[in-house]
Protein backbone atom coordinates (compact mmCIF):
# COMPACT_ATOMS: atom_id res chain seq x y z
CA UNK A 1 0.00 0.00 0.00
CA UNK A 2 2.64 2.30 1.19
CA UNK A 3 5.15 1.29 -1.53
CA UNK A 4 2.19 1.73 -4.01
CA UNK A 5 1.54 5.40 -3.12
CA UNK A 6 5.18 6.53 -2.97
CA UNK A 7 5.08 5.24 -6.76
CA UNK A 8 2.05 6.99 -7.85
CA UNK A 9 4.04 10.34 -6.55
CA UNK A 10 7.03 9.56 -8.27
CA UNK A 11 5.41 9.28 -11.29
CA UNK A 12 3.71 12.63 -10.75
CA UNK A 13 7.22 14.64 -9.65
CA UNK A 14 8.41 12.96 -13.42
CA UNK A 15 5.54 14.44 -15.13
CA UNK A 16 5.74 17.94 -13.89
CA UNK A 17 9.52 18.66 -13.72
CA UNK A 18 9.84 21.28 -16.53
CA UNK A 19 11.05 20.26 -19.54
CA UNK A 20 14.71 20.55 -20.14
CA UNK A 21 16.23 22.50 -22.58
CA UNK A 22 18.60 20.80 -25.04
CA UNK A 23 18.94 22.38 -28.00
CA UNK A 24 21.74 21.87 -30.43
CA UNK A 25 23.46 25.30 -30.15
CA UNK A 26 21.90 27.02 -27.06
CA UNK A 27 21.61 24.76 -24.19
CA UNK A 28 19.20 28.14 -22.43
CA UNK A 29 16.93 27.71 -25.59
CA UNK A 30 13.58 25.53 -25.23
CA UNK A 31 12.58 25.17 -28.62
CA UNK A 32 9.10 23.84 -26.95
CA UNK A 33 8.76 27.58 -26.08
CA UNK A 34 8.87 28.31 -29.64
CA UNK A 35 6.50 25.99 -31.86
CA UNK A 36 3.55 28.48 -31.61
CA UNK A 37 0.51 26.25 -31.79
CA UNK A 38 2.38 22.91 -31.40
CA UNK A 39 3.51 24.59 -28.36
CA UNK A 40 2.62 22.84 -25.29
CA UNK A 41 1.09 25.09 -22.62
CA UNK A 42 3.67 27.08 -20.80
CA UNK A 43 3.83 30.03 -18.45
CA UNK A 44 4.28 32.79 -21.09
CA UNK A 45 7.22 35.02 -20.26
CA UNK A 46 6.05 38.93 -18.31
CA UNK A 47 6.64 41.00 -21.56
CA UNK A 48 6.43 44.64 -20.07
CA UNK A 49 8.27 43.56 -17.09
CA UNK A 50 4.82 43.97 -15.18
CA UNK A 51 5.21 41.47 -12.01
CA UNK A 52 2.68 38.18 -12.74
CA UNK A 53 1.34 37.80 -9.16
CA UNK A 54 -1.98 39.76 -8.24
CA UNK A 55 -0.68 43.03 -6.72
CA UNK A 56 -0.38 44.10 -3.26
CA UNK A 57 -3.67 44.87 -1.60
CA UNK A 58 -5.91 43.68 -4.66
CA UNK A 59 -8.15 40.60 -4.99
CA UNK A 60 -9.48 39.67 -8.30
CA UNK A 61 -13.22 38.76 -7.55
CA UNK A 62 -14.35 37.70 -11.11
CA UNK A 63 -12.26 36.57 -14.13
CA UNK A 64 -12.72 35.73 -17.33
CA UNK A 65 -10.85 33.26 -19.44
CA UNK A 66 -11.19 32.29 -23.09
CA UNK A 67 -8.92 29.41 -23.73
CA UNK A 68 -7.88 26.65 -26.16
CA UNK A 69 -8.26 22.98 -25.84
CA UNK A 70 -4.99 21.18 -24.04
CA UNK A 71 -2.87 19.29 -26.08
CA UNK A 72 -3.94 16.64 -28.62
CA UNK A 73 -3.05 14.23 -31.32
CA UNK A 74 -2.58 15.59 -35.00
CA UNK A 75 -5.53 16.13 -37.43
CA UNK A 76 -5.85 13.69 -40.49
CA UNK A 77 -3.99 15.70 -42.51
CA UNK A 78 -0.97 16.50 -40.34
CA UNK A 79 -1.18 12.43 -39.68
CA UNK A 80 -0.74 11.41 -43.03
CA UNK A 81 2.18 13.96 -43.46
CA UNK A 82 3.60 11.87 -40.52
CA UNK A 83 2.90 8.64 -42.00
CA UNK A 84 4.58 9.59 -45.11
CA UNK A 85 7.76 10.60 -43.27
CA UNK A 86 7.86 7.40 -41.70
CA UNK A 87 7.71 5.40 -45.22
CA UNK A 88 10.59 7.63 -46.39
CA UNK A 89 12.26 6.81 -43.77
CA UNK A 90 11.53 3.22 -43.80
CA UNK A 91 11.62 3.05 -47.58
CA UNK A 92 15.47 3.49 -48.02
CA UNK A 93 19.16 2.23 -47.38
CA UNK A 94 21.05 4.81 -45.89
CA UNK A 95 23.29 5.85 -42.95
CA UNK A 96 21.64 8.74 -40.45
CA UNK A 97 24.57 10.67 -38.39
CA UNK A 98 24.39 13.25 -35.56
CA UNK A 99 21.10 14.39 -34.87
CA UNK A 100 19.49 12.29 -37.13
CA UNK A 101 20.93 9.05 -36.01
CA UNK A 102 17.56 8.17 -34.40
CA UNK A 103 15.26 8.22 -37.51
CA UNK A 104 16.19 4.75 -38.55
CA UNK A 105 14.02 3.55 -35.57
CA UNK A 106 11.36 6.37 -35.59
CA UNK A 107 7.86 5.81 -35.67
CA UNK A 108 4.82 8.06 -35.31
CA UNK A 109 3.74 8.14 -31.74
CA UNK A 110 -0.18 7.04 -32.53
CA UNK A 111 -0.91 3.24 -31.77
CA UNK A 112 -4.53 3.52 -31.73
CA UNK A 113 -5.66 5.42 -34.99
CA UNK A 114 -9.30 5.63 -34.60
CA UNK A 115 -9.37 6.72 -31.17
CA UNK A 116 -6.80 9.16 -31.03
CA UNK A 117 -6.48 11.23 -34.29
CA UNK A 118 -8.09 14.66 -33.43
CA UNK A 119 -8.68 14.11 -29.64
CA UNK A 120 -6.30 15.21 -26.89
CA UNK A 121 -3.62 13.48 -25.52
CA UNK A 122 -3.19 12.84 -21.62
CA UNK A 123 -0.66 15.22 -21.74
CA UNK A 124 -3.66 17.77 -22.97
CA UNK A 125 -5.63 16.32 -19.98
CA UNK A 126 -3.28 16.89 -17.49
CA UNK A 127 -2.43 20.51 -18.73
CA UNK A 128 -6.98 21.19 -18.23
CA UNK A 129 -6.43 19.64 -14.83
CA UNK A 130 -3.75 21.58 -13.62
CA UNK A 131 -5.25 24.80 -14.93
CA UNK A 132 -8.17 23.80 -12.61
CA UNK A 133 -6.19 23.22 -9.51
CA UNK A 134 -3.89 26.48 -10.29
CA UNK A 135 -7.21 28.60 -10.61
CA UNK A 136 -8.83 27.14 -7.75
CA UNK A 137 -5.83 27.86 -5.81
CA UNK A 138 -5.43 31.13 -7.03
CA UNK A 139 -8.44 32.93 -6.66
CA UNK A 140 -10.18 30.63 -4.45
CA UNK A 141 -13.56 31.35 -5.87
CA UNK A 142 -15.85 28.39 -5.10
CA UNK A 143 -16.10 27.21 -1.72
CA UNK A 144 -15.44 22.79 -0.71
CA UNK A 145 -18.91 21.65 -2.13
CA UNK A 146 -20.03 24.50 -4.55
CA UNK A 147 -20.74 23.49 -7.73
CA UNK A 148 -19.22 24.99 -10.89
CA UNK A 149 -20.19 25.51 -14.49
CA UNK A 150 -17.74 26.63 -17.36
CA UNK A 151 -18.83 26.97 -21.34
CA UNK A 152 -17.23 24.98 -24.05
CA UNK A 153 -17.55 24.18 -27.89
CA UNK A 154 -19.42 21.15 -28.82
CA UNK A 155 -16.00 19.43 -30.71
CA UNK A 156 -15.11 16.62 -28.58
CA UNK A 157 -11.48 17.75 -27.44
CA UNK A 158 -12.62 21.21 -26.25
CA UNK A 159 -15.53 19.29 -23.81
CA UNK A 160 -13.07 16.84 -22.48
CA UNK A 161 -10.46 19.98 -22.02
CA UNK A 162 -13.68 21.19 -19.86
CA UNK A 163 -14.42 18.14 -18.36
CA UNK A 164 -10.83 17.60 -17.16
CA UNK A 165 -10.48 21.19 -16.12
CA UNK A 166 -13.33 20.49 -13.32
CA UNK A 167 -12.26 17.30 -12.57
CA UNK A 168 -8.79 19.29 -11.34
CA UNK A 169 -10.74 22.48 -10.37
CA UNK A 170 -13.14 20.55 -7.85
CA UNK A 171 -10.53 17.40 -6.72
CA UNK A 172 -9.94 18.35 -3.01
CA UNK A 173 -11.47 16.77 -0.49
CA UNK A 174 -13.95 13.63 -1.29
CA UNK A 175 -18.07 14.23 -1.71
CA UNK A 176 -18.73 11.09 -3.61
CA UNK A 177 -21.51 10.58 -1.40
CA UNK A 178 -23.67 13.47 -1.60
CA UNK A 179 -23.93 13.62 -5.57
CA UNK A 180 -25.63 17.22 -5.08
CA UNK A 181 -22.07 18.27 -3.63
CA UNK A 182 -18.96 19.62 -6.07
CA UNK A 183 -20.70 18.87 -9.15
CA UNK A 184 -19.33 20.27 -12.66
CA UNK A 185 -21.17 21.26 -15.30
CA UNK A 186 -20.37 22.08 -19.36
CA UNK A 187 -22.66 24.00 -20.67
CA UNK A 188 -21.92 23.16 -24.76
CA UNK A 189 -22.62 25.68 -27.28
CA UNK A 190 -22.52 24.52 -31.15
CA UNK A 191 -19.52 25.31 -33.09
CA UNK A 192 -20.18 25.06 -36.65
CA UNK A 193 -21.80 27.60 -39.35
CA UNK A 194 -25.08 24.85 -39.35
CA UNK A 195 -25.73 25.80 -35.91
CA UNK A 196 -25.42 29.24 -36.74
CA UNK A 197 -24.53 30.48 -33.80
CA UNK A 198 -23.46 33.43 -35.01
CA UNK A 199 -21.73 35.88 -32.15
CA UNK A 200 -23.32 34.00 -29.32
CA UNK A 201 -21.26 31.22 -29.45
CA UNK A 202 -17.17 30.99 -28.81
CA UNK A 203 -16.26 30.14 -32.19
CA UNK A 204 -18.27 33.51 -33.49
CA UNK A 205 -15.44 33.51 -36.97
CA UNK A 206 -17.22 29.85 -37.79
CA UNK A 207 -20.02 31.73 -38.65
CA UNK A 208 -18.57 34.76 -40.13
CA UNK A 209 -18.23 34.78 -44.32
CA UNK A 210 -16.21 37.62 -44.72
CA UNK A 211 -13.61 36.79 -41.73
CA UNK A 212 -13.10 33.63 -43.94
CA UNK A 213 -12.25 35.85 -47.01
CA UNK A 214 -9.22 37.86 -44.88
CA UNK A 215 -8.00 34.62 -43.01
CA UNK A 216 -6.44 33.50 -46.09
CA UNK A 217 -3.88 35.91 -45.77
CA UNK A 218 -2.61 34.29 -42.54
CA UNK A 219 -1.64 30.89 -44.15
CA UNK A 220 -0.58 33.03 -47.46
CA UNK A 221 1.62 34.77 -45.68
CA UNK A 222 3.18 32.31 -43.50
CA UNK A 223 3.90 29.46 -46.52
CA UNK A 224 5.62 32.20 -47.91
CA UNK A 225 7.97 32.57 -45.34
CA UNK A 226 8.50 29.23 -44.75
CA UNK A 227 9.72 28.74 -48.26
CA UNK A 228 12.13 31.53 -47.48
CA UNK A 229 14.39 28.97 -45.00
CA UNK A 230 13.23 25.04 -45.21
CA UNK A 231 15.37 24.66 -48.10
CA UNK A 232 18.44 25.61 -46.07
CA UNK A 233 17.77 23.39 -43.38
CA UNK A 234 17.47 20.61 -45.60
CA UNK A 235 20.75 21.53 -47.10
CA UNK A 236 21.95 21.39 -43.81
CA UNK A 237 20.44 18.21 -42.08
CA UNK A 238 21.67 16.17 -45.61
CA UNK A 239 25.03 16.74 -44.63
CA UNK A 240 24.43 13.92 -41.67
CA UNK A 241 22.47 11.54 -44.85
CA UNK A 242 23.83 9.40 -46.83
CA UNK A 243 21.43 7.31 -49.07
CA UNK A 244 19.08 9.62 -48.05
CA UNK A 245 17.70 13.32 -49.22
CA UNK A 246 15.41 15.27 -46.32
CA UNK A 247 13.24 18.44 -48.71
CA UNK A 248 11.39 21.44 -47.55
CA UNK A 249 8.07 19.34 -46.94
CA UNK A 250 9.97 17.10 -44.85
CA UNK A 251 11.59 19.86 -42.49
CA UNK A 252 7.71 20.73 -42.09
CA UNK A 253 6.85 18.12 -40.66
CA UNK A 254 9.60 16.96 -38.64
CA UNK A 255 9.50 20.64 -36.85
CA UNK A 256 5.76 19.73 -36.05
CA UNK A 257 7.09 16.45 -34.55
CA UNK A 258 8.76 18.37 -31.49
CA UNK A 259 6.39 20.01 -29.98
CA UNK A 260 3.57 16.94 -31.06
CA UNK A 261 6.36 14.34 -29.86
CA UNK A 262 6.00 15.73 -26.65
CA UNK A 263 2.39 16.17 -26.49
CA UNK A 264 1.82 12.39 -27.23
CA UNK A 265 5.00 10.28 -25.97
CA UNK A 266 7.12 13.00 -23.80
CA UNK A 267 9.83 12.80 -26.42
CA UNK A 268 11.94 15.74 -27.24
CA UNK A 269 14.34 13.88 -30.68
CA UNK A 270 13.07 16.18 -33.18
CA UNK A 271 13.16 19.63 -30.88
CA UNK A 272 17.32 18.41 -30.67
CA UNK A 273 17.50 18.47 -34.76
CA UNK A 274 16.99 22.24 -35.15
CA UNK A 275 19.08 25.48 -34.38
CA UNK A 276 17.62 27.96 -32.32
CA UNK A 277 17.16 30.31 -35.19
CA UNK A 278 15.54 27.76 -36.99
CA UNK A 279 13.11 27.30 -34.89
CA UNK A 280 12.75 31.32 -34.37
CA UNK A 281 11.70 31.05 -38.07
CA UNK A 282 9.33 28.10 -37.86
CA UNK A 283 7.51 30.40 -35.15
CA UNK A 284 7.89 33.26 -37.05
CA UNK A 285 6.06 31.09 -39.59
CA UNK A 286 3.24 30.75 -37.10
CA UNK A 287 3.28 34.19 -36.30
CA UNK A 288 2.29 35.23 -39.45
CA UNK A 289 -0.29 32.69 -39.87
CA UNK A 290 -2.34 33.92 -36.54
CA UNK A 291 -1.44 37.63 -36.49
CA UNK A 292 -2.76 38.09 -40.34
CA UNK A 293 -5.05 34.87 -40.09
CA UNK A 294 -6.86 35.51 -36.94
CA UNK A 295 -5.73 38.68 -35.07
CA UNK A 296 -4.91 42.12 -35.79
CA UNK A 297 -3.87 41.83 -39.02
CA UNK A 298 -7.49 40.23 -40.21
CA UNK A 299 -9.74 43.45 -40.34
CA UNK A 300 -12.52 40.88 -39.69
CA UNK A 301 -11.19 39.24 -36.10
CA UNK A 302 -11.85 42.15 -33.98
CA UNK A 303 -15.42 41.97 -35.01
CA UNK A 304 -15.45 38.65 -34.23
CA UNK A 305 -13.50 38.79 -30.40
CA UNK A 306 -15.36 41.47 -29.41
CA UNK A 307 -18.77 40.50 -28.42
CA UNK A 308 -16.95 38.28 -25.95
CA UNK A 309 -15.14 40.97 -24.44
CA UNK A 310 -18.57 42.94 -24.41
CA UNK A 311 -20.47 40.46 -22.49
CA UNK A 312 -17.44 40.11 -19.84
CA UNK A 313 -16.96 43.99 -19.89
CA UNK A 314 -20.82 44.10 -18.91
CA UNK A 315 -20.84 41.50 -16.20
CA UNK A 316 -17.41 43.37 -14.07
CA UNK A 317 -19.69 46.69 -14.54
CA UNK A 318 -22.43 44.47 -13.12
CA UNK A 319 -19.90 42.75 -10.29
CA UNK A 320 -19.25 39.44 -9.32
CA UNK A 321 -22.97 37.60 -8.01
CA UNK A 322 -24.61 39.72 -10.85
CA UNK A 323 -25.79 39.43 -14.12
CA UNK A 324 -26.72 42.09 -16.61
CA UNK A 325 -30.09 44.15 -17.12
CA UNK A 326 -31.94 41.35 -18.84
CA UNK A 327 -29.73 37.91 -17.87
CA UNK A 328 -31.56 35.57 -16.39
CA UNK A 329 -28.52 33.18 -14.96
CA UNK A 330 -25.72 34.29 -12.62
CA UNK A 331 -22.60 33.01 -14.27
CA UNK A 332 -19.78 31.68 -11.53
CA UNK A 333 -17.30 34.76 -10.37
CA UNK A 334 -14.98 32.49 -12.34
CA UNK A 335 -15.72 32.64 -16.29
CA UNK A 336 -14.52 29.65 -18.10
CA UNK A 337 -15.07 29.31 -21.81
CA UNK A 338 -13.17 26.04 -23.83
CA UNK A 339 -12.60 26.65 -27.58
CA UNK A 340 -10.16 26.10 -30.63
CA UNK A 341 -6.72 28.42 -31.23
CA UNK A 342 -8.37 30.66 -33.77
CA UNK A 343 -10.76 32.45 -31.34
CA UNK A 344 -8.08 33.82 -28.94
CA UNK A 345 -6.42 36.18 -31.53
CA UNK A 346 -9.70 38.02 -32.27
CA UNK A 347 -9.60 38.94 -28.35
CA UNK A 348 -6.19 40.06 -28.52
CA UNK A 349 -7.90 42.52 -31.81
CA UNK A 350 -10.72 43.55 -29.91
CA UNK A 351 -9.11 44.73 -26.65
CA UNK A 352 -6.65 46.74 -29.24
CA UNK A 353 -3.13 44.51 -28.15
CA UNK A 354 -0.34 43.55 -29.56
CA UNK A 355 -0.93 45.58 -32.32
CA UNK A 356 1.45 48.87 -31.82
CA UNK A 357 4.37 49.97 -30.25
CA UNK A 358 5.04 53.02 -27.82
CA UNK A 359 8.26 53.36 -29.60
CA UNK A 360 9.02 55.89 -32.56
CA UNK A 361 6.86 56.14 -35.33
CA UNK A 362 9.99 54.39 -37.79
CA UNK A 363 9.94 51.37 -35.43
CA UNK A 364 6.27 51.28 -35.18
CA UNK A 365 6.07 50.66 -38.85
CA UNK A 366 8.54 47.88 -38.93
CA UNK A 367 7.52 46.05 -36.00
CA UNK A 368 3.41 46.10 -37.18
CA UNK A 369 1.48 44.94 -39.18
CA UNK A 370 4.32 42.30 -38.63
CA UNK A 371 6.46 42.30 -42.05
CA UNK A 372 6.33 39.20 -44.09
CA UNK A 373 9.57 39.08 -45.58
CA UNK A 374 12.10 38.66 -42.75
CA UNK A 375 11.44 37.86 -38.66
CA UNK A 376 11.66 40.73 -36.30
CA UNK A 377 13.80 39.95 -32.82
CA UNK A 378 12.87 43.27 -31.73
CA UNK A 379 12.01 42.26 -27.89
CA UNK A 380 9.18 45.22 -28.31
CA UNK A 381 7.60 42.53 -30.17
CA UNK A 382 4.53 41.13 -28.09
CA UNK A 383 2.77 39.28 -30.72
CA UNK A 384 3.95 35.63 -30.16
CA UNK A 385 1.78 32.84 -31.44
CA UNK A 386 3.39 30.52 -28.76
CA UNK A 387 2.60 33.03 -26.11
CA UNK A 388 -1.09 32.78 -27.02
CA UNK A 389 -2.43 29.82 -28.97
CA UNK A 390 -0.21 26.89 -27.76
CA UNK A 391 -2.17 24.37 -26.17
CA UNK A 392 -4.65 25.90 -23.70
CA UNK A 393 -3.56 29.19 -24.68
CA UNK A 394 -5.44 31.73 -23.36
CA UNK A 395 -6.54 35.47 -22.29
CA UNK A 396 -7.94 35.88 -19.59
CA UNK A 397 -9.75 39.48 -17.87
CA UNK A 398 -9.58 39.99 -13.91
CA UNK A 399 -11.60 42.05 -12.20
CA UNK A 400 -9.41 43.11 -9.20
CA UNK A 401 -10.72 44.97 -5.71
CA UNK A 402 -7.82 47.11 -4.31
CA UNK A 403 -7.13 49.00 -1.25
CA UNK A 404 -5.71 51.79 -2.58
CA UNK A 405 -3.53 54.74 -0.56
CA UNK A 406 -3.03 52.20 1.85
CA UNK A 407 0.39 51.36 3.30
CA UNK A 408 2.48 49.55 0.53
CA UNK A 409 3.61 46.14 1.18
CA UNK A 410 6.91 47.21 2.13
CA UNK A 411 6.14 49.63 5.00
CA UNK A 412 3.83 47.02 6.15
CA UNK A 413 6.93 44.53 6.10
CA UNK A 414 9.07 47.32 7.97
CA UNK A 415 6.33 48.69 10.43
CA UNK A 416 4.19 45.25 10.93
CA UNK A 417 0.43 45.38 10.43
CA UNK A 418 -2.28 46.26 13.07
CA UNK A 419 -4.74 43.44 14.15
CA UNK A 420 -7.87 43.89 15.98
CA UNK A 421 -8.91 40.24 17.75
CA UNK A 422 -11.65 38.77 14.88
CA UNK A 423 -11.29 41.10 12.21
CA UNK A 424 -10.00 39.38 9.47
CA UNK A 425 -6.89 41.54 7.64
CA UNK A 426 -6.09 43.63 10.37
CA UNK A 427 -7.87 46.59 8.66
CA UNK A 428 -10.84 47.89 11.35
CA UNK A 429 -13.62 49.81 9.24
CA UNK A 430 -13.08 53.26 8.96
CA UNK A 431 -9.37 53.51 10.65
CA UNK A 432 -7.88 52.19 6.74
CA UNK A 433 -6.44 55.12 4.84
CA UNK A 434 -7.04 52.85 2.28
CA UNK A 435 -10.37 53.26 -0.45
CA UNK A 436 -11.57 50.26 -2.15
CA UNK A 437 -11.11 51.06 -6.08
CA UNK A 438 -11.83 48.13 -8.87
CA UNK A 439 -9.32 47.79 -11.98
CA UNK A 440 -8.73 45.52 -14.83
CA UNK A 441 -5.74 43.25 -16.02
CA UNK A 442 -5.63 41.34 -19.20
CA UNK A 443 -3.64 38.18 -18.99
CA UNK A 444 -2.45 35.98 -22.04
CA UNK A 445 -0.99 32.85 -20.94
CA UNK A 446 -0.90 34.20 -17.54
CA UNK A 447 1.76 37.34 -18.51
CA UNK A 448 -0.23 40.68 -17.84
CA UNK A 449 -0.32 42.57 -20.49
CA UNK A 450 -0.74 46.60 -20.10
CA UNK A 451 -4.17 47.86 -21.94
CA UNK A 452 -3.09 50.53 -23.96
CA UNK A 453 -3.03 54.17 -22.22
CA UNK A 454 -4.97 52.58 -19.28
CA UNK A 455 -2.34 51.23 -17.17
CA UNK A 456 -2.67 53.50 -14.41
CA UNK A 457 -3.63 51.16 -11.72
CA UNK A 458 -1.95 48.33 -9.61
CA UNK A 459 -0.16 46.12 -11.82
CA UNK A 460 -0.26 48.05 -14.66
CA UNK A 461 -4.07 47.47 -14.86
CA UNK A 462 -6.88 49.69 -15.95
CA UNK A 463 -9.00 51.36 -13.75
CA UNK A 464 -12.74 49.92 -14.37
CA UNK A 465 -13.93 52.72 -15.24
CA UNK A 466 -11.63 53.51 -18.21
CA UNK A 467 -11.26 49.70 -19.08
CA UNK A 468 -15.39 50.04 -19.95
CA UNK A 469 -15.18 53.37 -21.34
CA UNK A 470 -12.19 52.10 -23.75
CA UNK A 471 -14.57 48.64 -24.43
CA UNK A 472 -17.74 50.63 -25.16
CA UNK A 473 -16.04 53.59 -26.91
CA UNK A 474 -12.82 53.23 -29.15
CA UNK A 475 -12.67 49.44 -29.02
CA UNK A 476 -16.19 48.89 -30.24
CA UNK A 477 -15.83 51.38 -32.87
CA UNK A 478 -12.45 49.59 -34.34
CA UNK A 479 -13.83 46.06 -34.02
CA UNK A 480 -16.82 47.34 -35.56
CA UNK A 481 -20.44 45.43 -35.42
CA UNK A 482 -20.31 41.53 -36.15
CA UNK A 483 -23.68 41.34 -37.96
CA UNK A 484 -22.92 44.16 -40.27
CA UNK A 485 -18.94 43.02 -40.66
CA UNK A 486 -19.21 39.71 -41.52
CA UNK A 487 -21.94 40.69 -43.76
CA UNK A 488 -25.26 39.01 -42.28
CA UNK A 489 -27.26 41.50 -42.52
CA UNK A 490 -30.97 40.58 -42.80
CA UNK A 491 -29.48 36.98 -42.34
CA UNK A 492 -32.20 35.56 -39.73
CA UNK A 493 -31.09 34.84 -36.27
CA UNK A 494 -27.66 36.41 -37.02
CA UNK A 495 -26.87 38.45 -33.85
CA UNK A 496 -23.96 40.27 -32.59
CA UNK A 497 -24.57 39.61 -28.90
CA UNK A 498 -22.71 36.98 -26.82
CA UNK A 499 -25.98 36.35 -24.45
CA UNK A 500 -24.98 32.69 -23.50
CA UNK A 501 -23.24 33.40 -19.84
CA UNK A 502 -26.20 35.33 -18.86
CA UNK A 503 -29.12 33.08 -20.27
CA UNK A 504 -29.43 29.74 -21.23
CA UNK A 505 -30.12 29.24 -25.15
CA UNK A 506 -32.10 26.51 -26.68
CA UNK A 507 -29.33 25.39 -28.70
CA UNK A 508 -27.06 24.70 -25.71
CA UNK A 509 -25.83 21.18 -24.52
CA UNK A 510 -25.64 20.32 -20.87
CA UNK A 511 -23.39 17.98 -19.21
CA UNK A 512 -23.93 17.48 -15.88
CA UNK A 513 -22.31 15.38 -13.11
CA UNK A 514 -18.61 15.73 -14.20
CA UNK A 515 -16.38 15.58 -11.44
C1 LIG B 1 9.93 3.33 -51.91
O1 LIG B 1 11.03 2.85 -52.68
C2 LIG B 1 10.72 2.52 -54.02
C3 LIG B 1 11.94 1.89 -54.68
O2 LIG B 1 13.11 2.60 -54.36
C4 LIG B 1 10.24 3.78 -54.77
O3 LIG B 1 9.89 3.47 -56.09
C5 LIG B 1 9.06 4.38 -54.01
O4 LIG B 1 8.67 5.61 -54.61
C6 LIG B 1 9.39 4.62 -52.55
N1 LIG B 1 8.22 5.06 -51.81
C7 LIG B 1 8.23 6.08 -50.97
C8 LIG B 1 6.94 6.37 -50.25
O5 LIG B 1 9.19 6.80 -50.79
C1 LIG C 1 -25.25 21.23 -7.54
O1 LIG C 1 -25.83 20.77 -8.74
C2 LIG C 1 -26.71 19.69 -8.53
C3 LIG C 1 -27.08 19.16 -9.91
O2 LIG C 1 -27.60 20.16 -10.71
C4 LIG C 1 -27.89 20.18 -7.71
O3 LIG C 1 -28.78 19.10 -7.48
C5 LIG C 1 -27.38 20.70 -6.37
O4 LIG C 1 -28.42 21.29 -5.65
C6 LIG C 1 -26.27 21.73 -6.56
N1 LIG C 1 -25.64 21.95 -5.28
C7 LIG C 1 -25.26 23.14 -4.84
C8 LIG C 1 -24.53 23.16 -3.54
O5 LIG C 1 -25.49 24.16 -5.45
C1 LIG D 1 9.65 15.76 -50.68
O1 LIG D 1 9.76 14.36 -50.88
C2 LIG D 1 8.53 13.64 -50.77
C3 LIG D 1 8.82 12.16 -51.03
O2 LIG D 1 9.90 11.75 -50.29
C4 LIG D 1 7.54 14.15 -51.80
O3 LIG D 1 6.31 13.50 -51.62
C5 LIG D 1 7.36 15.65 -51.63
O4 LIG D 1 6.51 16.16 -52.62
C6 LIG D 1 8.71 16.35 -51.70
N1 LIG D 1 8.52 17.77 -51.42
C7 LIG D 1 9.10 18.72 -52.14
C8 LIG D 1 8.85 20.15 -51.74
O5 LIG D 1 9.79 18.47 -53.10
C1 LIG E 1 -3.57 46.86 -36.22
O1 LIG E 1 -2.67 47.83 -36.73
C2 LIG E 1 -2.87 48.11 -38.10
C3 LIG E 1 -1.74 49.02 -38.55
O2 LIG E 1 -1.63 50.14 -37.72
C4 LIG E 1 -4.25 48.75 -38.27
O3 LIG E 1 -4.50 49.00 -39.63
C5 LIG E 1 -5.31 47.77 -37.74
O4 LIG E 1 -6.59 48.36 -37.77
C6 LIG E 1 -5.00 47.37 -36.30
N1 LIG E 1 -5.92 46.31 -35.93
C7 LIG E 1 -6.76 46.39 -34.90
C8 LIG E 1 -7.62 45.21 -34.65
O5 LIG E 1 -6.85 47.34 -34.14
C1 LIG F 1 -28.23 43.30 -22.12
O1 LIG F 1 -27.70 44.12 -21.09
C2 LIG F 1 -26.41 44.68 -21.34
C3 LIG F 1 -25.98 45.53 -20.16
O2 LIG F 1 -26.53 45.11 -18.96
C4 LIG F 1 -26.44 45.50 -22.63
O3 LIG F 1 -25.15 45.95 -22.92
C5 LIG F 1 -26.99 44.66 -23.77
O4 LIG F 1 -27.11 45.43 -24.93
C6 LIG F 1 -28.35 44.07 -23.41
N1 LIG F 1 -28.82 43.20 -24.46
C7 LIG F 1 -30.08 43.18 -24.88
C8 LIG F 1 -30.40 42.18 -25.95
O5 LIG F 1 -30.92 43.94 -24.42
Known amino acids: MVFRASFTLGLLLIFLSPPVARAVDNAEFNPLHHVGPSSPYFDAPSQSAIPVATPHGCVVDQVAYILRHGSRYPEPGSFTGWKNLFSKFQNATYTARGPLSFIPSWIPPVDDESHQITFLSSTGASEAFSLGVKLRNRYGMTKGGGNMTVWAASQQRVVDTATFFLRGYL??????????????????????????????????????????TFSGAGSKNSDAFRATYRSAIAKRLNTFLNGLELNATDIGVMQDLCGFGFEIIGERRFCDVFLESEWLDYEYAHDLNYYYGSGPGNPIAAATGYPWVKAVSDLFAAGPGNTVDNGTLVPPALIMGFTHDNNIPPIIAALGLWNSTTASQHEKETIYPLPVDRRVDDPRRMFHSSYLVSFLGNVALERMSCKVGGPSESEEREKGVFHQANVLGGNVEGTSKGETEVFVRVRANDAPIAVPGCASGPGSSCPLKNFLEYVNGPRKTASGDFVEMCGLDGVEGATSEVKFLTTLGDGDGVLLGVA
Not at 178 to 195: F, K, M, Q, W, Y
Open 171 to 212: SQGNYQPDPSLNRGTVITLAESATGAPFADSLTPSSSCPTYG
